[in-house]
């Protein structure tokens, strides 16, 4: 069995790419799955919102999604991490 992912790696990863720390700890699926959805998200907040509104703004339902997954991906790292060094 591989050594566990760094847990401030996969936060790092996280931070860069959504869905990049949960393809790092072998959740690939998952992963994917938080990606689609930051597009899905953007796209909707993106289409529902006037041309007034700041970048942040249209595309909040993306950036919201994507700041669900840093903690959610830092979290299952932390947890593996803990449970492969105590065995």
Known sequence: ????????????????????????????RRGLAFALFVLLFSFLTYMT????????????????IWALSIPDAYRRARIRFSLRSQA
């Open 1 to 28: 069995m591989s050594k566990p992912v760094n847990p401030y790696l996969v936060l790092l990863l996280s931070i860069i790419l959504p869905g990049a720390g949960h393809v790092a700890i072998g959740e690939a």
């Open 49 to 64: 919102t006037t041309p007034e509104q700041s970048f942040l703004g249209r595309h909040a339902g993306g950036l919201f």
